[in-house]
């Protein structure tokens, strides 16, 4: 009888436990190390603990590298939504639709996902060492030697980014990496909240409104220190690079996109004429939230005099607009690794042989997921990723040795 192929897997999240499922079912000798107590530790925490799987509208344009991202053209169109979906519900979970595009089981719960990956995992043979740390890997004699004692034929890179250590991440995969001569993009925080100086954020903070920032738009949360919401998760990438050489990024953001400037100027100039003897804080809080309001009037630079809405001039409505329309702020920071849900930046694709997730430098070394340096926008982008090069090294890994 032809012996079987060892292939060990470091890292229990998303895409070692998928690529471990397709490749014990293919025979594969498969061996998974954790080194947290349980499996899917982070996976648990997506989509607010509801585990956001994947999106309708899987698209190129929705992921990120500082490499060439069509490379991963190929990724995306062999693992499409519907290859996601029959996977998934072959394996026993329903799928149930959310706001655009977004993905969740029809549990709701992310430990559905997590217990029946494992589940899958484990009856088709995969071994999975729990609090089973590696710490060193050497080549030698065409095997993979693990903490000095372990030997497998095959080894993925599982390890995920260093995005929310609390959850057990490091840097090891990037290690590792190092290790065989590959080039680490340095990671920054993304799909993360953003830190702001500005004043008086105090008075807003907790308000949530759907906002636009660069023709983007979604939820955008008020801060006591700085900025949130789905559209901030969206444009923080973008943020984090610049915040690189640079000490503070101004934003500036469309409070009500669904005005143009020249419909909020009529609206406004209507209000004063009407409600001519209203506090101006009073007087605006009838178009928005007051707490909104209020910091608003407080960052149009009105004169103090101006203490009811017959006292607007026309120059004064004009910064109340441009106000609104394009309020600032200073983002100073991000809330870093500690927040963020994932990394931009890891293992450079260049020497990732993106059919099989083969090192070009090491033979049978492959790499998946979080790791590499591919990110995507908030929505079940960063999953289906895990799952594409999950499934991209399953099906192309040879049976040879």
Request: hydrophobic share 40%; glycine share 6%; with cysteine.
């Amino acid at each position: 009888m032809e012996k079987r192929i060892k292939i060990a897997i470091i890292g229990a999240g998303a895409s070692g436990l998928f690529s471990s499922i397709l490749l014990s079912s293919r025979n594969f000798e498969v061996t998974i190390f954790e080194k947290n107590n349980k499996v899917g530790k982070k996976l648990l925490a997506t989509g607010n603990g509801r585990c956001n799987i994947t999106n309708q509208k899987i698209s190129l344009s929705n992921f990120y590298s500082n490499s060439n991202i069509s490379l991963i053209k190929n990724h995306i169109e062999d693992f499409d939504y519907a290859y996601c979906k029959k996977f998934f519900n072959d394996i026993g979970i329903e799928f149930k639709l959310g706001q655009n595009g977004r993905v969740y089981p029809l549990s709701l719960t992310s430990s559905t996902v997590v217990d029946i990956l494992e589940y899958e995992s484990l009856k088709h043979g995969t071994k999975i060492e729990l609090n089973a740390e590696i710490t060193d890997i050497k080549y030698a004699k065409n095997q993979f030697i693990l903490n000095n004692f372990q030997k497998f034929d095959k080894l993925i890179i599982a390890s995920g980014s260093i995005a929310m250590p609390k959850l057990g991440s490091s840097e090891s995969g990037y290690q590792f990496a190092q290790k065989f001569r590959h080039k680490i993009i340095k990671p920054v925080p993304s799909l993360v909240q953003l830190v702001s100086d500005n004043k008086n954020l105090d008075v807003v903070s907790g308000v949530k409104i759907e906002a636009e920032i660069d023709n983007k738009r979604g939820d955008f949360l008020f801060t006591k220190y700085g900025v949130s919401g789905s559209l901030i998760l969206d444009i923080s990438r973008k943020i984090s690079k610049k915040l690189q050489s640079s000490k503070n990024v101004k934003l500036s953001v469309d409070t009500m996109p669904d005005f143009s400037h020249e419909q909020l100027q009529d609206l406004l100039s209507r209000r004063v004429k009407s409600l001519k003897d209203k506090e101006i804080n009073i007087w605006l809080d009838g178009i928005m939230n007051k707490k909104l309001a209020k910091y608003i009037i407080m960052n149009a630079n009105l004169s103090s005099s101006v203490k009811y809405a017959k006292f607007l001039s026309d120059k004064d409505i004009n910064k109340i607009v441009a106000t609104i329309k394009k309020l600032e702020f200073n983002i100073i920071d991000t809330k870093g690794f500690e927040t963020c849900e994932v990394c931009a930046g890891g293992v450079e694709l260049s020497d990732i042989n993106l059919y099989n997730m083969e090192s070009k430098n090491q033979k049978n070394l492959f790499f998946i997921g979080e790791v590499l340096d591919v990110d995507g926008d908030c929505g079940g982008y960063n999953l289906h990723w895990a799952w594409s090069s999950a499934y991209n090294v399953a099906v192309n890994m040879k049976n040879t040795h």
